[in-house]
T-cell receptor, first 116, second 112 residues
């Protein structure tokens, strides 16, 4: 398996523009997570899906952020309008559900977002 | 508020020494504990998990769990420069949730 795939790997945009980040989870994984990582705040969970359904979006910082998972193999995280403080590395991760609490998460390579 | 605390470091050790990384957590009923390694500019990757009190060994890595004291540690024996990375501790809460809380990580530097 190719692992979790994210695109783009780098994104530079100007304040006010719309940004869309994409993720393809590992086939067969039921959970999909979106994280944001910064030096100041570390790794923050933004939202996660189970079987394509959003379960908890309490980590989404503002209404400017939205996420969708139209099918089991694709998810998007959208920021509209973007702001400089959104600059961070955004990770997508997926996880199987074998029913044990030691299920681990597999992270994608991340998207480094810079908002000027 | 679930909290997972780690010393940000950096922890600097000479090559060949034992590196000891520590993590404390606030949710007493937490069930599973994970250590992820993250190289600079890369994504986190799982290196160990533990869910029973005591030690778990995997090659040069040993995870230690003490639920009564609410801490988990990672020992790296015979440290190598290639072990230089940030180590993230993650804790699964009780109640069957598989959604971990991550610590902010400890930066480890192994110098030749």
């Amino acid at each position: 398996d190719a692992g979790v795939i994210q695109s783009p790997r780098h994104e530079v945009t100007e304040m006010g523009q719309e940004v869309t980040l994409r993720c393809k989870p590992i086939s067969g994984h039921d959970y999909l997570f979106w994280y944001r990582q910064t030096m100041m705040r570390g790794l923050e969970l933004l939202i996660y899906f189970n079987n394509n359904v959003p379960i908890d979006d309490s980590g989404m910082p503002e209404d400017r952020f939205s996420a969708k998972m139209p099918n089991a193999s694709f998810s998007t995280l959208k920021i509209q309008p973007s702001e400089p403080r959104d600059s961070a590395v955004y990770f997508c991760a997926s996880s199987p559900t074998s029913g044990i609490s030691t299920d681990t998460q597999y992270f994608g390579p991340g998207t480094r977002l810079t908002v000027l | 508020q679930k909290e997972v605390e780690q010393n940000s470091g950096p922890l600097s050790v000479p090559e060949g020494a034992i590196a000891s990384l520590n993590c404390t957590y606030s949710d007493r009923g937490s069930q599973s504990f994970f250590w992820y390694r993250q190289y600079s500019g890369k994504s986190p990757e799982l290196i160990m998990f533990i869910y029973s009190n005591g030690d778990k060994e995997d090659g040069r890595f040993t995870a230690q769990l003490n639920k009564a004291s609410q801490y988990v540690s990672l020992l790296i024996r015979d440290s190598q420069p290639s072990d230089s990375a940030t180590y993230l501790c993650a804790v699964n809460p009780p109640g069957g949730s598989y959604i971990p809380t991550f610590g902010r990580g400890t930066s480890l530097i192994v110098h030749p």
